[in-house]
């Protein structure tokens, strides 16, 4: 039954993808999830797995009425063949979608139903000197992905051919693009000796990066309102985030968030920490209203489920087409349970998503 | 280093002498002790200890391991009902063991009387361990009947027991000797060397020497999706050298000095798990273990007995991966281990039947190596001092046989960076019980109970980022009641042995990491119910009057879950722990060609907590034939052992993405002087 819908779906994405380019974002905004009209309104969740399991999954989603499609991946549905090992990042791209896989070290391009066209192996030969691919951003013609091999290498979007590279940081992170430059964060080495380094690449000459030391072992960075925050694990991975003065290179250090998401200006953040003593995980939520530089701490989702207070979230991620907000628990071993809140962050489902520690959803209407 | 190697040494040694020297001169009895103790040997047979002990002990003797042809210790174990062996594949791949799923941790391995000690990682890799100089293996649920075992055999909640061949001259001659070359598929080569020597009336010194060489590179269907693709295993080569020495010493009061020097060298290529898309392996590990140990034992007067050991264990290893992901393009960990210890056990014997026996053992272990608790603290480098004293009686009235006793053990430790564990202490008591049953000869009960804990391994406590220091000790309770009955039931069988044993195993304040968000640690947090039942058969028939059949055959049930109410995975079964597993092998033995025919399986079970398809392992049977003759000629014997393993080339994992060599093939030429 389920393939049978997902047929239909497929066929229907496919179908009236050519009109829907056409849409404005007001009309997306004004979707309603009750009033029917759902198989066009897809997203893909990707579970990241765990590492040597060759776990990773995509979970097809109905994002009108949070429904699922594609069995147990719709990746392997498509294509008969698994995701593979740490499924890492998934980047939208119009109506395609970019898969980088870290330990089975490869990217993906991917078609909106989940359908591969075409891929760069980083596992062997030429590309194999970049190191795994961790994640990506999309400017231009090119795909710009952070690799361990200290780099961040540039594909074409169309073919994935590789194009070239330029050294950062130890164990690169996430990356963004903001007014003509990459930022890209830095981890640790294979000694867990932090690095401190961000780096900012000039895009058009993608030639060499300089340098900015804002905090130790970073792992996350956005952008909002031409402003940039990173997060990371820190030294005493306590999770720190603030922002980064793009031209000084100066550090503010804002709160503590282990994840976090942007909308409409406002970062929202949770810490999951654990209580060693206990083994008891509390959340703690704030929000960062980046316009008035605000930081309000305190739970910002109404009557949302008692254990959502005490699990770990994974990530959070907003639908940019209603605004409503998924959050990404784990438990490390079973399947992650997302919690959907609407745009006034009020509780409306769970479910059950398809595989093990779901980090990212990307949304098509 | 090297000095303080030396120093050991040169103590073992001079302290062997001056034994050898007291007790040569308050010699006044003469007696061949060497072959009073081949005669006990002889009688531990692998039927009669399994049913009369009070404890589910089980014995495979060198005959049934060439019966049966097995090379690896590990082929071994998997055969003993209630053993659980991970076994990661291939020649150099790590096995582990674990006696009723209670661990690896809780299951102590014993070479020639010593335990072996890996205070790291706590788990000992028994793929190390070739069989070309075995005597006999034995498991034993808690622990064995002798009475003057160390402490640390008690300690554990089972034991796997490796005993070497001790010299014999049968024929009056005043060495032996004895050269083996083993052949197979996957490049193996492994010509072994062992040379016996009387030195004088009461002094034999035997010499083995073994290399090990094989490619590992064996094929194996990778099924991803609907795809299927012949691939091979790759970085899977090894080399290996074993060189041991032992010099049995004889006094004439009927006191024996054994002492032994062991040395391993490894390098081996570890292949890792298949991950898909990606075949990149380019791991190496590098292993050096060297032990010293000596024991000495003797009677003194009827009712006493001592037993004194000594022991030094230097283990080495570096792990090196290379590749982009690594800024220096190289990962390297090194790691040194050693373990002074010593031992002294003394039995009283004060009537026929009651035999009381106090062990006390002291172990100082070190590790050294280059791996950071966080980053920025230098490595821990701890030591740990550790005392287990034991005390133990058996008693043996009409039809009656108990064994019970207290275990205490104390640890401390110290660290060079970092936060310092504290002290930790404990009671273990245990008791067993058989009792024959009267009017039903060969009939027997036994039950057993025993509390153990296995302390916090320096992995466990100090490892990158992970370790705790706050841990405490992993405390496991074992209860087993069983029937078991021997005996001769027709007249063409030589003996019948059924044994039945139901088990309840507790395991609380587990040591697992911990999930939590990004950085996991480790903790006290799992806790785990095992019940089941482990059944054996072994039974003798005369075919005819030089044609005799041996079957054997090994059944278990077990029902591991996890009880820890917060736990992810609350009530699913242990991963890698299969409800039905068993063995069974059939052995022709005639004057022309001995077969051997041995079947091993394991049900379905799961690679994660999360028991869904997904994660489901299919079950395997993996069967093994062995065809061996011996021809003697004057003065010598020539052996030839062929076999073929995985006969219907079945493709199966025992951990996940670790695939287990299809068909192979193996030949052993060994001549004996």
Redesign the interface.
Same mark, same amino acid.
């Given at each position: 039954m389920k393939m049978k819908q997902f047929f239909f779906a497929a066929l229907a994405v496919l179908a009236l993808s050519a009109g829907f380019t056409s849409c404005s974002d007001d009309d997306d905004n004004n979707n309603n999830p009750s009033s029917g009209d759902t198989k066009d309104k897809v997203a893909f969740i990707l579970n990241e797995g765990a590492m040597s399991k060759n776990n990773a999954s995509i979970t097809g989603l109905y994002w009108a009425d949070n429904t699922l499609f594609g069995g147990e991946c719709v990746y392997k549905t498509q294509n008969q063949q698994a995701v593979g090992d740490v499924g890492q990042d998934l980047v939208k791209d119009g109506d395609n979608m970019f898969l980088i896989v870290w330990g089975s070290a490869y990217i993906a391009k991917l078609d909106k139903t989940g359908k591969e066209l075409v891929r760069a192996d980083l596992s062997q030969g030429e590309l194999a000197s970049l190191g795994s691919p961790r994640y990506g951003v999309v400017e231009g013609n090119y795909l710009y992905v952070s690799c361990y091999g200290n780099c961040v290498a540039k594909f074409k979007k169309s073919d994935l051919s590789y194009v070239s590279k330029v050294t950062v940081g130890n164990r690169p992170e996430r990356l963004i693009e903001e007014d003509g430059y990459i930022y890209c964060t830095s981890s640790t080495d294979e000694s867990y000796q932090a690095d401190n380094r961000l780096a900012k690449i000039d895009i058009k000459e993608f030639k060499e990066a300089t340098f900015f030391t804002p905090m130790s072992n970073q792992d996350r960075i956005m952008e909002v309102d031409d402003r940039v925050f990173i997060q990371g694990y820190g030294d005493a991975f306590d999770y720190p985030w603030g922002e980064v003065n793009t031209t000084t290179g100066e550090f503010t250090k804002i709160g503590n968030a282990s994840t976090w998401a942007e909308n409409d200006d406002v970062i929202y953040t949770v810490n999951s920490v654990t209580d060693w003593d206990t083994y008891a995980t509390t959340n703690y939520f704030a929000t960062y209203d980046v316009e008035k530089s605000k930081y309000t701490e305190g739970a910002y989702l109404k009557n949302a489920p008692a254990e959502l207070a005490s699990t770990s979230v994974f990530a959070m991620e907003f639908n940019p087409y209603n605004d409503y907000l998924y959050v990404m628990t784990t438990d490390f071993t079973n399947n992650s349970k997302i919690y959907v809140f609407n745009e006034k962050l009020e509780y409306v489902s769970m479910f059950e998503s398809t595989g093990v520690n779901s980090k990212k959803i990307v949304f098509f209407n | 280093m090297r000095l303080r190697i030396f120093v050991f040494l040169w103590t073992l040694l001079c302290c062997s002498a001056s034994w050898n020297a007291w007790a040569q001169s308050a010699d006044k009895t003469p007696a061949d002790s060497l072959r009073r103790i081949r005669q006990v040997e002889v009688t531990a047979s692998r039927v009669v200890s399994n049913v009369s002990s009070s404890k589910p002990i089980q014995t495979m003797t060198r005959e049934e391991i060439d019966r049966l042809g097995l090379n690896e210790l590990s082929e071994v174990v998997k055969r003993f009902a209630g053993s659980n062996v991970r076994d990661y594949g291939g020649i150099g791949g790590m096995k582990t063991v674990s006696v009723r799923n209670l661990g690896a941790q809780h299951t102590a391995v014993s070479y020639d009387g010593l335990t072996i000690s890996n205070t790291q990682a706590g788990q000992i890799d028994i793929g190390r361990f070739s069989l070309d100089n075995v005597e006999s293996v034995t498991m034993a649920v808690g622990n064995e009947e002798s009475l003057m075992q160390t402490a640390r055999h008690y300690a554990s909640a089972g034991i796997l027991s490796v005993r070497t061949e001790r010299p014999t001259f049968g024929d009056g001659r005043g060495y032996r000797l004895k050269a083996q070359l083993r052949a197979g598929s996957f490049g193996l080569l492994s010509p072994s060397l062992r040379y016996w020597q009387k030195l004088g009336g009461r002094t034999v010194l035997a010499l083995d020497g073994t290399y090990m060489r094989a490619d590992g590179a064996y094929p194996y269907e990778l099924v991803?999706?609907? %795809?299927r693709t012949d691939e091979k295993r790759h970085n899977s080569d090894i080399n290996s050298w074993k060189g041991e020495a032992n010099l049995f010493h004889t006094f004439s009061d009927g006191s024996a000095l054994d002492t032994k020097l062991y040395w391993f060298y490894s390098e081996r290529g570890l292949p890792?798990?298949?991950?898909?898309?990606?075949?990149?392996a380019r791991e190496r590990l590098w292993d050096e273990d060297f032990f010293a140990q000596t024991s000495y034992s003797r009677q003194m007067g009827r009712e006493w007995k001592l037993a004194a050991r000594l022991k030094f264990t230097h283990s080495w290893n570096q792990y090196e991966d290379y590749?982009?992901?690594?800024?220096?393009g190289k990962?390297r960990d090194v790691n040194r281990q050693d373990e002074y210890y010593g031992n002294v056990t003394l039995g009283w014997l004060p009537a026929d039947n009651f035999s009381v026996a106090l062990a006390q053992d002291v172990s100082v272990n070190t590790l050294r190596n280059n791996v950071?608790v966080?980053? %920025?603290d230098g490595p821990s480098n701890p030591v740990r001092t550790t005392s287990v004293t034991a005390l133990t009686a058996h008693w043996t009235p009409t039809r009656l046989s108990l064994d019970g006793g207290l275990v205490g053990t104390y640890a401390h430790e110290r660290v060079a960076h970092g936060r310092q564990p504290g002290d930790k202490h404990r009671l273990s008591p245990f008791l067993s019980v058989s009792w024959q049953v009267p009017g039903a000869d060969g009939l027997r009960l036994r039950a057993m109970a025993k509390g153990t804990f296995r302390m916090p391994t320096f992995n466990d406590l100090y490892y990158?980022?992970i370790g705790?220091t706050?841990l405490r000790p992993e405390k496991a309770k074992e209860y087993n009641l069983g029937i078991t009955w021997t005996g001769r039931p027709l007249s063409w069988t030589r003996y019948l042995s059924v044994t039945a044993d139901l088990f309840h195993n507790n395991v609380t304040d587990k040591i697992v990491a911990?999930?939590?968000?990004?950085?996991w640690?480790m903790?006290n947090?799992g806790k785990a119910v095992i019940n089941g039942i482990d059944i054996t058969m072994a039974g003798e028939a005369e075919v005819t009057k030089r044609v005799s059949a041996v079957l054997t055959l090994g059944y278990s049930y077990q029902k591991a879950v996890d009880r820890q109410r917060?736990s992810?995975?609350y009530r699913k079964q242990l991963p890698y722990t299969p409800r039905h597993s068993g063995n069974i092998s059939l052995s022709l033995n005639n004057p022309w060609v001995n077969v051997g025919y041995s079947i091993v399986m394991q049900g379905e079970r799961w690679?994660?907590?999360?028991n869904t398809d997904?994660?489901k392992i299919d079950a395997y049977w993996e069967h093994t034939l062995t065809l061996s003759r011996s021809f003697q000629f004057s003065g010598w014997r020539l052996d030839l052992i062929g076999s073929v393993r995985n006969l219907t080339d079945a493709q199966y994992e025992i951990i996940?993405?670790y695939p287990m060599p299809g068909r192979s093939a193996e030949l052993t030429a060994r001549v004996t002087l």
């Open positions: - | 991803n999706g609907k %795809n890792g798990s298949v991950v898909y898309y990606n075949r990149t590749g982009p992901n690594y800024v220096s990962m950071h966080a980053s %920025n990158r980022r705790n706050g911990f999930p939590s968000t990004y950085v640690k903790s947090f917060q992810a995975s690679s994660s907590a999360q997904t994660y996940k993405f």
